[in-house]
Structure formats: structure tokens, C-alpha cells
């Protein structure tokens, strides 16, 4: 998983796990942590977060990207991106799309959280990369890291309030599956940085550790290296401005199946890992198991998310 790392690492780690939480006592307080004994992904520290913000992309740099950063926010440890649905109104709560890792603990493998009180924050960005508002959570509507890894908070604003106050405008989740060759960029608002490349293939299933992600993006290289940090990163349809997907893992040992280094599974149940290869999660999922009011409804004929155990 892709949430920050050291300095020391940060060119090169990319993994879904290896940049989060540190501190035996913030590791022992989460006890999903010690059922699968994993490692705790190093927390972005604030010198970390400050340095990025000082290094801010040039314009050419965002034009040449054909994406900017409106609408893409930083979390303490991870990146994300304020989104709606396309059947989303004006009037309804504006929500927060990140990564499942990305939580204070991990989701344990085959389970999923739904509809809890969160007070986390979320610094937005303008489309120059600078700060423009601390925004915070009331709900944290949905998270797993089964299946797929993402997490949706629900804010105290409203579209209307965010549009008004800060003329932002959210990304829309697309309700379709992308192809491959898709051009795309994935938008890390904890670097402040872009990654442009393409859809290199769908697999089929992604094993991490205990974790299963199924039908993952690969990521065409080079172009998308992303690194520790950039875990919640929306993959946005470059033509298009849709969000298709959220970045999330990486290989990056080139050891199979492993925590930090995913191995890839094909349809005849052949192993391989890559290092180096970096992966996301789809969304278009989520449209069956919305109800009337764009709540998730796990219920829902034809909603395959993960429910709770």
C-alpha cells in the first residue's frame, strides 16, 4: 500500500502496508494488526508533509499533465480526493474518497466497516497544489480492504457550501469499467505530484499478505512509480476527468504474495510477482449497492462489496 515512508525509502517504496503507523503502542492498540502480524506502515511525519508543500509543481508541469490538483486532498499518512457520485445532488454531503489501508488500523482480511462517526480532516487543494481549506468528516460511510481498498468519508459540507465558499467542484466516480490503454493520472495531494501513464492490464486477482483485491489496474511502466504516501490516490481518466480507480500497492522486493510485495494471480491460478509493479482498485462497483440516497446499502441486488463479518 501506498502511505508515506521514511525519507530514507521514499524514492523507492510503494507498497500497500509499508508506509503507515508507527509506535508499538499505536500498533498494539489496533489488534487486526497482531491477527495477521503485520508490519505497521510509517506514518508521513509533518517535516515530511511540509517539505512536499514547499517543492510545489510548476504550471508547466501541471499542464503538461492535462489533470491539476482541484479536488485532490492530503491525509496525515495518505492521499485522496474530494468525489461524488453522478447521481449525487448539491444539497447532499460531500464525501472524501481514500484508501481502506489508510484508516487508523487495517481492515482485516474479509470484513469491511460501515457507517461509523469520524472527525477525521482533510486538507484540500487548490489546482496549484497550495492549501485551501481544512475540511473534516462526520461519517466514515464504507472501508475494506477486501475485494477492493478503499474508504469513503462523508463531510460536514455539503457540495453547495464547498462550492460556494471555495468554487471547488468534486471529481465524479465513473459508473463504468475502464479498458486497457486508458490514459490516466493518478494525483497525489500528500507529494503534491502527478504520475501520467496508462492501463497496462486487469488481473484478475492480487494477493498481499492476507489480503485479496480482484480484478486490480496495473499500472503501465514507466510513467506511474507511484511511492509510499500516495496510497488513496484517485486514477483519473485523463480525457475524460473521471475518477476510475484509486491507487493502492506496489511490489517492492519482488517477493510473492507478501506483505509489500502483491503477487499476481491469472485466470488458470498461475503465480507471478514483479518488482517494481504497481497496482490500483476499481470503483464502478459501488453504483449496485447505492440506495435512493446515495447511502451504501450492502443489500442491494447485485452489490458485491464486502459486508462485515
Request: glycine share 8%.
Amino acid at each position: 500500500m501506498r502511505s508515506p515512508q521514511t525519507k530514507a525509502t521514499s524514492s523507492r517504496s510503494s507498497s500497500l502496508f509499508s508506509r503507515r503507523w508507527a509506535g508499538a503502542a499505536l500498533i498494539a492498540s489496533f489488534q487486526l494488526l497482531a491477527q495477521n502480524q503485520a508490519q505497521a506502515l510509517p506514518v508521513g511525519n509533518p517535516q515530511e508533509a511540509a517539505e512536499a508543500e514547499s517543492k510545489l509543481p510548476t504550471w508547466d508541469e501541471i499542464d503538461a499533465a492535462a489533470v491539476d490538483f482541484a479536488s485532490i486532498v492530503a491525509l496525515s499518512n495518505c492521499s485522496g480526493s474530494l468525489v461524488r457520485f453522478s447521481t449525487s445532488k448539491p444539497d447532499d454531503y460531500a464525501l472524501v474518497l481514500t484508501n481502506g489501508h489508510c484508516l487508523s488500523g487495517f481492515v482485516p482480511a474479509g470484513d469491511a466497516v460501515v457507517d461509523q462517526a469520524s472527525s477525521r480532516t482533510f486538507t484540500l487543494l487548490d489546482a496549484s497544489a497550495r492549501s485551501l481549506a481544512t475540511l473534516r468528516a462526520q461519517r466514515m460511510m464504507y472501508a475494506t480492504m477486501t475485494g477492493s481498498d478503499f474508504a469513503i468519508y462523508k463531510l460536514t459540507q455539503t457540495y453547495a457550501q464547498l462550492s460556494s465558499r471555495y468554487r471547488v467542484t468534486a471529481l465524479t466516480i465513473s459508473s463504468r469499467r475502464p479498458g486497457e490503454g486508458t490514459p490516466i493520472r493518478i494525483v497525489s495531494g500528500y507529494w503534491r505530484r502527478i504520475y501520467s501513464c496508462s492501463i497496462d492490464a486487469f488481473v484478475p486477482e492480487l494477493r498481499e499478505g492476507t489480503w485479496t483485491f480482484r480484478d486490480s489496474i496495473r499500472f503501465k511502466q514507466p510513467g506511474c512509480e507511484t511511492i509510499g504516501g500516495t496510497s488513496g490516490s484517485p486514477i483519473i481518466d485523463a480525457e475524460t476527468r473521471a475518477v476510475i480507480g484509486i491507487n493502492n500497492t506496489g511490489n517492492e522486493s519482488g517477493a510473492t504474495c507478501t506483505l509489500n510485495n502483491p503477487c499476481e494471480v491469472d485466470a488458470s491460478g498461475k503465480i507471478t510477482a514483479t518488482k517494481g509493479a504497481a497496482y490500483g482498485q476499481q470503483l464502478y462497483q459501488v453504483y449496485a449497492c447505492l440506495d435512493a440516497s446515495n447511502n451504501i446499502d450492502l443489500n442491494r441486488a447485485g452489490c458485491t462489496l464486502q459486508k462485515p463479518k
